[in-house]
């Protein structure tokens, strides 16, 4: 019993960090809000394989664990980012508001279809990465116009029945997969830290495995 409640306040912790990376925003430290994010991702990368060890569902079948972990991902992955959106003015400034509302808006649909995480592990729709996807903006200093079209397109993709593979679950090319996410995790860190000037090597080099990602959910489900 237990080890099901420590799982499931490890996976709490998220909405801390939710909370940690929301004060850098407003405090405009746009580097420690990332740093705090990153957090977050190496916890929602671990904290399945805990509870699972946990065996949380039989110990404690009447608390959801995976509501849990969809409010934590919403909050870090989708509410976070969509501050980093209007503070940073990635977008022009009458833009903000309106694509922030798309990212939210359209995110809350996608986690609450049934079929948002399907049982052979993929995703349906583009799974709302927005915080790899604002801090490639932030990091890339491209065009205002340019980020807000981009941010536009993937709110709609989140309607579109596209399967996007889990990166750590995924029984295809399982060992590449993890093995490429883990050097491009490390140099996600490594840009990070170099804020709020990264090496541009490094940021090309990075897009590596966000190709390799896409690549794979679209071969694998066109075969499916």
């Known amino acids: 019993m237990f080890e099901a409640w420590l799982a499931h306040a ?3 912790t998220g909405a801390v960090i939710a909370f940690l990376a929301a004060t850098e925003v407003f405090e405009g430290n746009y580097r420690a809000a990332f740093l705090w994010l990153a957090a977050q991702i190496v916890v929602d990368a671990t904290d399945g394989a805990l509870a699972r060890s946990a065996k949380v569902s039989e110990r404690l079948p009447w608390f959801n664990g995976a509501k ?4 934590i991902d919403y909050l870090c992955y989708v509410f976070v980012p969509a501050l ?3 503070r940073a003015l990635l977008v022009p400034e009458w833009w903000a508001v309106p694509v922030a509302a798309a990212m939210l ?5 996608g986690f609450n279809r049934d079929d948002a995480k ?6 349906t729709g583009f799974p709302s990465y927005w915080n790899i996807v604002v801090f490639y903006l ?3 200093h491209g065009a205002q116009e340019v980020n807000t079209l981009v941010m536009l397109a993937l709110a709609v993709l989140v309607f579109v029945p596209i399967r996007y593979v889990y990166p750590s679950r995924t029984p295809y ?3 590449l997969t993890i093995m490429l ?3 491009w995790g490390l140099t996600l860190l490594v840009m990070i830290w170099q804020l709020p000037v990264v090496s541009r090597p490094l940021l090309w080099g990075s897009l590596v495995f966000p190709l390799y990602y896409v690549g794979l959910s679209l071969v694998v489900g066109w075969r499916r």
């Open 118 to 123: 399907t049982t052979d592990h993929f995703f």
């Open 138 to 140: 932030y990091v890339m």
């Open 181 to 183: 996410g883990t050097v």
């Open 10 to 12: 490890y996976t709490a």
């Open 173 to 175: 090319w399982r060992p």
């Open 84 to 86: 980093i959106v209007w």
């Open 68 to 71: 849990l972990d969809d409010i």
């Open 105 to 109: 808006l359209s995110s809350a649909y």
